[in-house]
Each structure stands twice: as structure tokens, then as C-alpha cells.
């Protein structure tokens, strides 16, 4: 039974953690750095065994709750002020109060304030992913999908895609007509589709026995999930149940091969401009971000750094740089990251363990699920650029 001083102790682990993972996180910024492989995982997992506590203490405040709740009925009808040994009838207003107290505290509220109890031999962690789209100084980007905006949508919706703009304002004698300005607005549809997969079977006694094992678990298939749709949102080819990534919307903008990649990348930037729209963000390949760094601007081998290349911030001609390795061949992209998003449920994304696939109760092994729903809206498909890296 959950105790209020294990509640203090829970606090103070969760206190730990943070601090542990803002220390590591500091300690790049101070030195204008990437944090190394090492430090990204020990801030990743800092995070993640700190969210686990915070959901170990609501769950010991809920318990907290109920026995408050069972203390004061038993001495409404007269039990021991301790709760223990009360006896309640199965009829009567203290009943159906315990009843819908124990309901109410035994699962959390989602987002419409509906509560749910969970089925026997699963939990369920919600993570949500991130609503907002600016990038903080001196930190590079480090996913795509950290910089999109999220919005959450029914599984089906409409939203209005611009495809083109006629600027039609002029001076207009009194009396006159007044020019009319064509906004090349139209309905697009837009379903969200699943994207999940599931761990392979794991003995239950191995995740008893390795207390770290669960959060190891959840936080790879979390980084595959991740990884997967990026490349939808990139290059899905919308068949199926394959979201419409980027590269196959029609109506952007294509900015060919001129000269060398630091030419062809500013070329789209101005392409960009000239349609009335930001630069928000480069994603490229890490083998072009590298080709970039090297490039060369005379015969004695000057670097191109410290010129339109910001290694530490990662931004090229001032705008930042997104890698990915989910980009098709030879291919980069310039985003106006007003121009675009991405939709999802109100669940986001979910991580969920069960012991009720195929015989995996008869053999005392659980799986893990990462699932979420999702949609690529390109509201603007002049705010895309798709950058040719190599010349055809």
C-alpha cells in the first residue's frame, strides 16, 4: 500500500532525474555543442525513468484517495475509523458512493474528462508529441517532427489548401470596379492512419528482474515509431494506408541542381521568397549536410565555414538545418513550417504492454505496442521546396 512518505521518496527520485537530465542538457549549451551518442541517451533515459516516477506517484495518490474515501464511509455506518474490518452492505447511497469514488480515482480523466478502467494485463502511457514548431537558440533540430506543428483532428476532416495566388491590387479611379485577387483556396480531405509496431515477445521475470528494461523497451520502439513516420511525412506515396508525405504533394516548388549544393540551396530559399513565403527550415541527408560542410570555395582548400554554414547552431544561410534519413535519393527540402503540419488523434502517441497475445499468458511473456494516428496537411504547397542535391 502506497504511504505518504514513499510519496516524498518517489518525489525526491523524480527530482533527481530532472536535474540529472537538465545537467547534461546544459553542459552542451554551455559549449556551443550537439550533446555526444552517450549524453543523448543518459538525457533520454534520465527523462524517461523521471516520467515513469511521476506516474508511480499519481498512481500512489489515487490509492491515497480511495482509502481516505473507505475511512470516512466506515465511520459514517459506525466500522473501525481505520477502515480495516468494515463491514458495508451491498445495498444503500455508501455503497454506490465507494463504487463510484473507486471508479472515478481508478483511472486517469482523458481530454474530454471521460474516465476509463484499463483491461486486466495492460497500462497505458500516453506521449504526447509537441505543438509547437520554434527552434530554441544555439540548439540544433534534432527530427522534422519536432518542428511541425501538431494539431489534433477526428480520424476524418477537411482543411483548406491554397494552390496558387493572383495578386490582382491596383489603384482604382472612384466609381470603378474594383480588381478582384484570386486566393486559389480548395477543400482537401484529410484520415488519419495508424502507424505501430510491436516488440517481440519479452519473459515476464526478465522486466521484474531488470528494472530498467520496460523504459529500454518503450523508448526504442518509440525511436522506431518516430523514425517510420518521418519518412511518411517526407515521402509517403499516399496509397493504402501510406500517409502523402511532402515529396508527393502536388504543386510544390522543385529547385534543380545549379552548380554546386551551396548555389542550389540558395536558389530555393530565393525560390521560396518569391512565392511569399518563409524559410523555416532545410532537411537534408546527413551525407549532403556533410558535403556542405566541406564544400570548398577556392584552389588552396579555404572552408566554407564561418560563411553561410553554422556548424554549432547547424543553420545554413542562416535558416536551421534538419537531418533525416528519411529522405528519397539525391533529394532535400525547403520548408515554410506556417505552409505546413501534422495531424493526430488526442490520444498522440501510446505505448501499451500486454500478456494477451497468441500463448504469450500460457508462457509468462509480455509485448509492448507503440501506436499513434497520424496525417501530413500541406496547406500551402508553395511553402515546399524539393531540392535536386546531385546533378541529373
Same mark, same amino acid.
Given at each position: 500500500?502506497?504511504?505518504?512518505?514513499?510519496?516524498?521518496?518517489?518525489?525526491? /527520485?523524480?527530482?533527481?532525474?530532472?536535474?540529472? /537530465?537538465?545537467?547534461?542538457?546544459?553542459?552542451?549549451?554551455?559549449?556551443?555543442?550537439?550533446?555526444?551518442?552517450?549524453e543523448q541517451r543518459s538525457f533520454d533515459a534520465a527523462i524517461t525513468k523521471g516520467r515513469d516516477v511521476l506516474e508511480q506517484i499519481k498512481s500512489g495518490k489515487r490509492d491515497l484517495d480511495i482509502m481516505d474515501e473507505a475511512k470516512s464511509l466506515a465511520r459514517e455506518i459506525g466500522g473501525p475509523a481505520d477502515g480495516s474490518g468494515a463491514h458495508l452492505a451491498l445495498t444503500g447511497a455508501s455503497v454506490k458512493g465507494l463504487a463510484r469514488t473507486i471508479a472515478t480515482n481508478m483511472a486517469p480523466a482523458d481530454r474530454t474528462g471521460r474516465k476509463a478502467l484499463l483491461p486486466a494485463g495492460s497500462t497505458v502511457t500516453s506521449v504526447p508529441m509537441l505543438a509547437e514548431s520554434p527552434v530554441a537558440l544555439g540548439r540544433p533540430v534534432q527530427s522534422l517532427l519536432d518542428v511541425l506543428t501538431v494539431v489534433q483532428r477526428a480520424p476524418k476532416y477537411t482543411y483548406l489548401r491554397q494552390?496558387?495566388?493572383?495578386? #490582382?491590387?491596383?489603384?482604382?479611379?472612384?466609381? /470603378?470596379?474594383?480588381?478582384?485577387?484570386? &486566393?486559389?483556396?480548395?477543400?482537401?480531405?484529410?484520415? &488519419?492512419? +495508424?502507424?505501430?509496431?510491436?516488440?517481440?515477445?519479452?519473459?515476464?521475470?526478465?522486466?521484474?528482474d531488470a528494472a530498467s528494461l520496460e523504459l529500454f523497451v518503450a523508448d526504442e520502439l518509440l525511436f522506431g515509431l518516430?523514425?517510420?513516420?518521418?519518412?511518411? +511525412? &517526407?515521402?509517403? #506515396?499516399?496509397?493504402?494506408?501510406?500517409? *502523402?508525405?511532402? +515529396?508527393?504533394?502536388?504543386?510544390?516548388?522543385?529547385?534543380?541542381?545549379? *552548380?554546386?549544393?551551396?548555389?542550389?540551396?540558395?536558389?530555393?530559399?530565393t525560390k521560396l521568397e518569391t512565392a511569399g513565403h518563409e524559410a523555416g527550415t532545410f532537411v537534408l541527408s546527413p551525407a549532403d549536410w556533410e558535403k556542405l560542410e566541406l564544400a570548398r570555395t577556392d584552389t588552396a582548400g579555404q572552408?566554407?565555414?564561418?560563411?553561410?554554414?553554422?556548424?554549432?547552431?547547424?543553420?545554413?544561410?542562416?535558416?536551421?538545418?534538419?537531418?533525416?534519413?528519411?529522405?528519397?535519393?539525391? *533529394?532535400?527540402?525547403?520548408?515554410?513550417?506556417? /505552409?505546413?503540419?501534422?495531424? *493526430?488523434?488526442?490520444?498522440?502517441?501510446?505505448?501499451?504492454?500486454?500478456? #494477451?497475445?497468441?500463448?504469450?499468458?500460457?508462457? #509468462?511473456?509480455?509485448?509492448?505496442?507503440?501506436?499513434?494516428?497520424?496525417?501530413?496537411?500541406?496547406?500551402?504547397? &508553395?511553402?515546399?521546396?524539393?531540392?535536386?542535391?546531385?546533378?541529373?
Open positions: 500500500m502506497m504511504t505518504k512518505t514513499k510519496l516524498a521518496d518517489l518525489q525526491k /527520485a523524480a527530482n533527481e532525474h530532472v536535474a540529472h /537530465a537538465r545537467e547534461v542538457a546544459e553542459k552542451a549549451h554551455r559549449e556551443s555543442r550537439d550533446m555526444t551518442a552517450d494552390t496558387s495566388r493572383t495578386n #490582382n491590387a491596383a489603384p482604382v479611379a472612384m466609381g /470603378a470596379t474594383k480588381p478582384t485577387t484570386v &486566393l486559389g483556396l480548395e477543400e482537401a480531405p484529410g484520415t &488519419l492512419h +495508424v502507424v505501430a509496431h510491436l516488440s517481440e515477445p519479452i519473459p515476464k521475470y526478465w522486466l521484474a518516430r523514425q517510420a513516420l518521418e519518412a511518411q +511525412v &517526407l515521402k509517403g #506515396n499516399g496509397t493504402g494506408e501510406n500517409l *502523402t508525405g511532402f +515529396v508527393n504533394v502536388s504543386g510544390t516548388q522543385a529547385q534543380a541542381f545549379a *552548380t554546386d549544393l551551396l548555389t542550389t540551396t540558395r536558389a530555393a530559399i572552408l566554407e565555414l564561418g560563411g553561410p554554414i553554422d556548424r554549432a547552431a547547424r543553420k545554413l544561410w542562416g535558416v536551421p538545418v534538419t537531418l533525416s534519413l528519411g529522405l528519397p535519393a539525391a *533529394t532535400g527540402l525547403l520548408l515554410d513550417l506556417s /505552409a505546413v503540419g501534422l495531424s *493526430t488523434d488526442s490520444s498522440g502517441i501510446e505505448t501499451t504492454w500486454s500478456e #494477451n497475445v497468441s500463448d504469450d499468458f500460457a508462457k #509468462n511473456q509480455l509485448r509492448a505496442r507503440v501506436e499513434g494516428r497520424f496525417e501530413v496537411d500541406v496547406m500551402q504547397p &508553395l511553402g515546399v521546396v524539393e531540392i535536386a542535391t546531385v546533378a541529373a
